[in-house]
């Protein structure tokens, strides 16, 4: 049975940045089981991810997600890299980032929370600890979390005005 969440009125934008093909899977249908309305869209490396973020040419349109799901391990550019260059762009560093990773290394966590990241969260190996992870952070995100709307995002183009 899944539990009640209070869902918003519209789902809530998930940016999955990760490589494993698995990973992505294993999340979506945990995110499906945990009854969490979301529209989930899935970049393979930071590269690609800052490319859509920043409506680069040849890259898929997307809304600005409402929160960053974020793997440390990637090709081209590793996850770490990835937020410390988010959170110098002004047009979105705004966006909460959630560092969800199998790393447990002590350098990756202060390295992680020294570049603003909203949280550390280490991926359970297994489907039922991963989807109660999974659970946990839909509450987290859709009953606790307070993210600044598109009218209270300040526009930093009409800031140099």
Known sequence: ???????????????????????????????????????????????????????????????????????????RMNGLEMLEELKRDPALMTIPVIMLTTSQAEEDILRSYQAHAASYVVKPVDFERFYEAIRALGRYMLTIVRSPGPQEQEDPLHQQL
Not at 24 to 51: C, K, M, P, W, Y
């Open 1 to 75: 049975m899944t539990p009640y969440l209070p869902q918003p009125t519209a789902p809530i934008e998930i940016l999955l940045v990760e490589d494993s093909e698995p990973d992505i899977q294993l999340t979506r249908e945990a995110f499906s089981e945990a009854g969490i309305a979301n529209t989930l869209h899935v970049a393979r490396d930071g590269v690609e991810a800052l490319e859509r973020l920043r409506c680069a040419a040849g890259q898929p349109a997307m809304p600005r997600p409402d929160v960053i799901l974020l793997d440390i391990n990637m090709p």
